[in-house]
């Protein structure tokens, strides 16, 4: 495979906590991937890696279940790719700011990227503020 351009690397994060099909902003999987994806393409980037949790793995600041697709996402990123693309934040955690803040970081320090497709967020519109 040929080596992909860096800033162009994609990854995409997928979550699904609950265990039943109910409608509604419970995507399933699948309808993830296939939105992801989507983005992706309109950005023009590459998907090289997929992280996908279990299903009925939780985020929340409840639970003490492992998220190991989580865990290897935000250490791969800015070495395996640059921009990790998710359904929404609330897929990537629920753990309050310490762990969005851990992503933050590890964005920062990596030059990396962050689209989170329901939320309207994608870090390159953010300005950086100097001090």
């Known amino acids: 495979m040929s080596e992909e351009i860096k800033g162009q690397r994609a990854a995409i ?13 419970n995507r399933s999987i699948a ?9 992706a393409e ?9 992280y996908e949790e279990e299903v ?7 639970s003490t279940q492992a998220r190991p697709q989580w865990e290897l996402a935000v250490k791969e990123l800015g ?8 359904q929404a934040v609330d897929r990537n955690t629920r753990r309050g700011v310490s762990e969005t ?9 990596s030059g990396g990227r962050l689209i989170a ?7 390159t519109s953010w300005v950086e503020v100097t001090e």
């Open 117 to 123: 497709l329901d939320d309207g967020i994608d870090t």
């Open 79 to 86: 070495v395996v790719y640059d921009v990790l693309i998710s």
């Open 56 to 62: 009925g793995v939780s985020a929340s600041r409840f």
């Open 31 to 39: 309808e993830q991937s296939f939105e992801c994806h989507a983005a």
């Open 101 to 109: 803040g851990d992503l933050l970081k590890a964005l920062e320090a």
């Open 13 to 25: 994060y997928m979550r699904k906590s609950s265990t039943d099909d109910r409608a509604g902003d």
């Open 42 to 50: 309109r950005e023009g980037l590459t998907v090289v890696k997929t």
